[in-house]
């Protein structure tokens, strides 16, 4: 999937045929998780265009596909996407499929489904009946009914939202944040599901704090993957810097690239925002962000932040990119922005960069280049 993904990036319309002929392939050959996988990137290049290949994988008895499909279906943004559904609903036979669909807009809450929802709870088979009823409460804001897969009476997938939003609901009624984390950290202990663990620990994240982050690290190592991925962007989006040096070390050493670059640039967005790392700490971090990253977008990315932090130093640091052909523009530009607000006497100290930069080709970075010296 990471030779699919990358092809996406450079030839999209190539990425998505390649992409389909994957997932027909792996589904027609009842290999759930790689098609999977390929449903994952499909969306992720096609958006609505892929509905109905997640329509299909709904439909397969594989419970890896299902569930990502359930969760790719469900986390789709749009109100087309919601009328698709619903056009499905209002037109498919198939009652059990029917109940899946009602607990997917369900789990959307998109209030555009409600009129469908509220038809099929006259629906005459039972399944359908309760999926609306769930559906109905959940699109009303009332308490939801368990979600339950009537043709395994097993939980589905499609659960995480429900989990997600009780704990919410029982997290703001502790005003104490220790006492918060602690209700996580049993639920968390109790949770057997990869996707019970992931929700639980994207709240962790929200909470941040030591015993939550000493869970979250801990996650990282876990056998699944799916729980790893969830650690990884819990860490992602701490509340402070201190879970950088972890996701640099998943983008050192994951052998999955999406893992790796969620991480890279997980790590390069918590020095961007946490205000209390000083100046010379991010740098820090971010020459080992240009270390470690080995494609020039997220090389980019970090000189892009670079340029937020107005000294000397910085402005050495991005003149080092500057011979590189795949950063020189973006080099040169996050220079140019740290001269401009330094002293005269810092920005004299910067001559020579400015003089090299006054050498490109682009004439926009020449001229300012020479206009910051002075001539």
Known sequence: MIFI??????????GINLSR?????????????????????LADLQGPDALDQIGAALQSHDPDLRAAALEIA????????????????????????????????????????LACVERSQRDPD?????????????????????????????EIPITQPDLEQTLSARLQTEPDPERRTVVLLDELARATQPGEKGTILGLLAREGGDAALSAVRGALIDPDPAVREAATRALAEWPDARPTPDLLAVARGEDE?????????????????????????????????????????????????MQ??????????T????????????????????????????????????????RMEDPELRREALRLQGR
């Open 319 to 358: 003149a080092q990119w500057l011979d590189d052909p795949a950063t020189a523009t973006q080099a040169a530009t996050a220079a140019l922005r740290i001269a401009a607000e330094l002293s005269p006497s810092e920005r004299a100290e910067a001559r020579q960069t400015l003089e090299r930069i006054a």
């Open 257 to 305: 690239e999406r893992l790796r670059l969620i991480a890279l640039r997980g790590a390069v967005r918590l020095v961007d925002r946490d205000p209390r790392l000083p100046a010379a700490s991010k740098l820090a971090w971010y020459d080992e962000g240009m270390r470690i990253a080995w494609r020039a977008e997220e090389r980019h990315q970090i000189l892009a932040s």
């Open 21 to 41: 002929e994957f997932f027909r392939r792996a589904y027609l050959d009842q290999r759930g998780q790689a098609a999977a996988g390929a449903l994952r990137v």
């Open 308 to 317: 937020q932090v107005k000294d000397l130093a910085a402005l050495r640091r």
């Open 5 to 14: 993904d990358r092809i996406g990036r450079d030839d999209p319309e190539a």
């Open 126 to 154: 039972p399944a359908v009946r309760q999926a609306a009823a769930h559906a109905a409460s959940r699109l009303h804001g009332e308490t939801a009914i368990a979600l339950v897969d009537q043709a395994g009476a097993t």
């Open 74 to 113: 469900a986390r789709m943004p749009g109100q087309d996407v919601t009328r698709y559904w619903v056009e499905i609903v209002n037109n498919l036979e198939e009652a059990e499929l029917r109940a899946t669909i009602l607990h997917l807009l369900a789990a959307r809450g998109d209030r555009l489904a």
